[in-house]
């Protein structure tokens, strides 16, 4: 496991495992994990509405294990409604991913820096200010790698 970051195991209807994998291909990232990352780091910074996936148990395919950094965990114990939620609080975050520009999702992914240093960071927002006409970016997030 990564430094600083924190182990969680959660089950994945196969269409969105397959998203996944396509983000993890398209955007050469290291693994579903970062993919996942890049999601609720979008979702947080810019404070998009979504809603929690609802899955039937028969429809969980795969288990995935994913690893959060704490600030990236908190804010999804904060936002699930139990542990067992957690699966359908991400996959929320997904589907919310998912109706994104890819661009918007994962051009945030290498900024290490502030928003207003970051030039990714800046087209992310630009892209989100056009698309749904206003920007609710909270500076003082910690962007998580």
Not at 5 to 11: E, R, V
Not at 45 to 58: A, K, L, N, P, Q
Not at 75 to 81: A, I, Y
Not at 101 to 119: D, H, L, P, S, W
Request: glycine share 4%; net charge positive.
């Amino acid at each position: 496991m990564s430094s600083g970051k924190q182990s969680i195991t959660l089950g994945f209807p196969r269409r969105i495992v397959q998203w996944l994998d396509d983000m993890v291909k398209a955007h050469s990232l290291p693994d579903r994990s970062k993919a996942i990352r890049c999601c609720i780091n979008c979702v947080a910074m810019i404070g998009v509405d979504f809603s929690r996936g609802h899955m039937r148990i028969d429809n969980v395919v795969e288990k995935v294990t994913v690893e959060l950094a704490k600030e990236q965990m908190e804010w999804m114990q904060r936002n699930s409604e139990s542990d067992a939620s957690q699966s359908n609080t991400v996959v929320g975050v997904i589907q919310a991913c998912q109706k994104m520009e890819e661009q918007t999702v994962f051009g945030v992914v290498r900024c290490k820096k502030k928003i207003n240093e970051c030039a990714n960071a800046k087209v992310a927002v630009k892209r989100i200010e056009v698309k749904y006409g206003y920007t609710d970016v909270e500076e003082e997030i910690k962007l998580m790698d």
